[in-house]
């Protein structure tokens, strides 16, 4: 839907108000609620919260999540369950049509980032805490996995993973 088409119906705005009625819950749900994609609720995500650039970028972020240190959390979440699975980003390469992730990790498989839209630099509260993530969005608007930095024993934000988070954002990933 065009910013046009959602000034006149109302979208934006029922989006705005139900992301600020539940600023920590979860954003598929809103989506999901309000009818729409996944990716129209990251787009009106308070200034700064949200940060999006083209999925074109796919293979150069995969490439800096790579070089990050310790675990992520990888998350792929389906209308039918969420899956996590905690390791380093392992490497990969492009062949016969698919981003082929290898690597001595428990994350692992094969991606189509030719459908890559966005991938989206998410700073936000998630139930109370700060969570910073990547998500890499298809075409669909849906996401197609997320990238979350880790966290301690003691629950804190990985700091050095923080860091590395911010700089990609800020330098365009």
């Not at 000034?7 to 600020?20: H, I, Q, S, W």
């Not at 240190?69 to 392992?90: K, M, N, Q, S």
Request: aromatic share 10%; hydrophobic share 40%.
């Amino acid at each position: 839907m065009s910013a046009v088409a959602e000034k006149l119906d109302g979208t934006a705005e029922r989006l705005r108000a139900a992301v600020a009625a539940d600023p920590g819950g979860v954003l598929e749900n809103i989506a999901r609620n309000e009818g729409v994609s996944y990716r129209a609720v990251l787009d009106i995500l308070p200034e700064g919260q949200a940060v999006a650039f083209p999925g074109s970028a796919f293979e150069r972020v995969w490439e800096s999540l790579v070089g990050w240190p310790g675990e992520v959390t990888f998350i792929v979440h389906t209308a039918d369950g969420v899956f996590e699975t905690r390791g380093a980003i392992p490497p990969g390469t492009t062949g016969r049509g698919y981003f082929n992730i290898h690597g001595d990790s428990p994350i692992g498989g094969h991606i189509r980032a030719d459908r890559c839209a966005a991938i989206y630099f998410i700073d936000r509260p998630f139930f109370g805490r700060r969570s910073c993530s990547v998500q890499f969005v298809n075409h669909d608007g849906t996401a197609m996995f997320k990238v979350f930095v880790g966290r301690g024993a003691d629950r804190e934000l990985d700091a050095g993973q923080v860091r590395l988070f911010e700089d990609m954002r800020s330098a365009g990933a």
